[in-house]
């Protein structure tokens, strides 16, 4: 076997590999390599799930697969991993909470004292995701979010969930980004709903936990990104 259908078989058996990997990382900067995976996973109705701010690479159905792959009841579920509706609203937040703030870190390009990653090449170094990917607290999020997530027994139940689905990453008390936390949630569709939606206003106050009630309402994107879910956008890996 060459080596992009070794590295179709080996992202379809781990569903995702790091941009580290020695094929990614060939991948990426080979032309015809590149050309030839696309081509191997639009076979068989995949596409290639990547994005610089992410440090690992995933796989997708195409849009003209996933009617027939999924049905007319599937592309209308809320999601296509079984998760309930109070572990969707969960990921949701992780999402805002984890992922909004190390985009908003990554392109201000944050000096970090790695060396420039040539993938990544520009007038400033792209940020690892290490340096910048904010870690969360159980007992944080528990206090602030179970009464709206189902309190401590649902909230433990969909972190499982999520954990196994690859979207977080569990060390004792700490609930870090996962390997397809920011790859299959679309950011340009999920964060203007964010910052503009629902969650504009829990987000502010996590930003600016001093600020006036009042100042807050009258500026919800106060010291946020000006784009940023009514409704959470499907992963579909």
Do not use: C
């Not at 969650?199 to 996590?206: I, P, R, S, T």
């Amino acid at each position: 076997m060459d080596e992009a259908a070794l590295l179709v078989a080996e992202l379809l058996a781990r569903r995702s590999l790091p941009r580290s990997h020695p094929r990614v990382r060939k991948a990426l900067v080979n032309t015809d390599m590149f050309a030839q995976v696309e081509q191997r996973l639009a076979d068989i109705g995949l596409r290639w799930m990547d994005n610089i701010y992410a440090e690992h690479v995933s796989l997708a159905l195409l849009p003209a697969a996933q009617t027939s792959v999924m049905g007319e009841a599937g592309l209308n579920a809320n999601n296509n991993l079984d998760l309930p509706r109070d572990g969707v609203a969960l990921l949701v937040v992780l999402w805002a909470l984890i992922v909004l703030p190390k985009r908003e870190r990554q392109t201000s390009r944050a000096p970090v004292a790695e060396p420039q990653n040539e993938m990544f090449a520009s007038s400033k170094p792209l940020p690892a995701v290490r340096d910048v990917s904010p870690v969360l607290s159980y007992k944080a999020l528990l206090e602030d979010y179970g009464p709206q997530l189902g309190k401590k027994t649902r909230l433990d139940g969909n972190l499982k969930l999520l954990e196994r689905h690859g979207f977080i990453l569990r060390r004792q008390d700490d609930i870090a980004e996962g390997p397809l936390l920011d790859v299959l949630l679309d950011y340009d569709i999920l964060a203007p709903r964010i910052l503009d939606g629902a969650l504009a206003d829990v987000l502010v106050k996590e930003q600016h936990p001093q600020a006036p009630a009042q100042a807050l309402s009258a500026n919800p994107l106060a010291g946020g990104d000006a784009r940023g879910p009514a409704e959470p956008v499907p992963p579909h890996p």
